[in-house]
Antibody
Framework: QVQLVQSGAEVKKPGASVKISCKAS????????VHWVRQAPGQGLEWVGL????????TYSQSFQGRVTMTADTSTSTLYLEVTSLTSEDTALYFC??????????WGQGTLVTVS | DIQMTQFPSTLSASIGDRVSITCRAS??????LAWYQQKSGKAPTLLIY???TLESGVPSRFSGSGSGTEFTLSISSLQADDVATYYC??????????FGQGTRLEIK
C-alpha cells in the first residue's frame, strides 16, 4: 500500500535551517508529483510547493520563494524539504502528500517544526 | 492566484442531520475541486475529487456537487465519527493549488 513516512519532530533556533524527509513506498516513485503543505498551530492548510521526482523540477508558493528547497532522491524514494532563515512564524506541522492526477490522495503523518 | 472562500467556518449539528459546507472560487475552476477531512492531530484524508467523485472507501453519506465557482460538500446523515475540520482545495491552477480556510464540524 502507498505510504509516506516523514522524519521526526525538530526544534530550531530563529535564523536556523531545517531539512525534513518523506520516504515513499508502495508505488512507482518517479510517476507522481509530491506536494508539501504546512499547518501552523490552530490554523488551516497552506501550500508550500511541489516537486516532480522524475526530473527534480519544482514549483514553490510565492510566499516561500527563496527560502525553501525541495529535492528528491530516486535511489531511496525519499523527498526532502529544506526551509532556511526560520522564524517563529514557521512553527508548524509540515506534510508531504502525493498528487494523484490533481487531488492529494496520500499524505505523510506530518513533521512538527518548532522555532524557538 | 485563485482564492477559495469556504463557509461556514464552524458548523454545529445533531446526529442524523443533513449538513452542507460551501466553497466558492474567485474564478471558474471547472470541476477541479477536492474535499478533505482532517481529524484532530492527524493528516488530512481525501474524501471527494473532481467536485463529485467519491474517493474509494469513503462512506456514501458524503457527496459533492457544483462546478465553475460554487461547490458543496454534503453529509446526508451526520455521524459522531464525522467530527472533523473539512477543507476544499482547487487544482485548476495546475502546480499552484489553494485551500479553503476550513470548516470545523461539531456535534450539537
Amino acid at each position: 500500500q502507498v505510504q509516506l513516512v516523514q522524519s521526526g519532530a525538530e526544534v530550531k533556533k530563529p535564523g536556523a535551517s531545517v531539512k525534513i524527509s518523506c520516504k515513499a513506498s508502495g508505488y512507482t516513485f518517479i510517476s507522481y508529483f509530491v506536494h508539501w503543505v504546512r499547518q501552523a498551530p490552530g490554523q488551516g492548510l497552506e501550500w508550500v510547493g511541489l516537486i516532480k521526482p522524475s526530473a527534480g523540477t519544482t514549483t514553490y508558493s510565492q510566499s516561500f520563494q527563496g527560502r525553501v528547497t525541495m529535492t528528491a532522491d530516486t535511489s531511496t524514494s525519499t523527498l526532502y524539504l529544506e526551509v532556511t532563515s526560520l522564524t517563529s512564524e514557521d512553527t508548524a506541522l509540515y506534510f508531504c502528500a502525493r498528487e494523484g492526477m490533481g487531488p492529494l490522495d496520500h499524505w505523510g503523518q506530518g513533521t512538527l517544526v518548532t522555532v524557538s | 492566484d485563485i482564492q477559495m472562500t469556504q463557509f461556514p467556518s464552524t458548523l454545529s449539528a445533531s446526529i442524523g442531520d443533513r449538513v452542507s459546507i460551501t466553497c466558492r472560487a474567485s474564478q471558474s475552476i471547472s470541476g477541479w475541486l477536492a474535499w478533505y477531512q482532517q481529524k484532530s492531530g492527524k493528516a488530512p484524508t481525501l474524501l471527494i475529487y473532481k467536485a463529485s467523485t467519491l474517493e474509494s472507501g469513503v462512506p456514501s453519506r458524503f457527496s459533492g456537487s457544483g462546478s465553475g465557482t460554487e461547490f458543496t460538500l454534503s453529509i446526508s446523515s451526520l455521524q459522531a465519527d464525522d467530527v472533523a475540520t473539512y477543507y476544499c482545495q482547487q487544482y485548476d491552477s495546475y502546480s499552484k493549488i489553494t485551500f479553503g480556510q476550513g470548516t470545523r464540524l461539531e456535534i450539537k
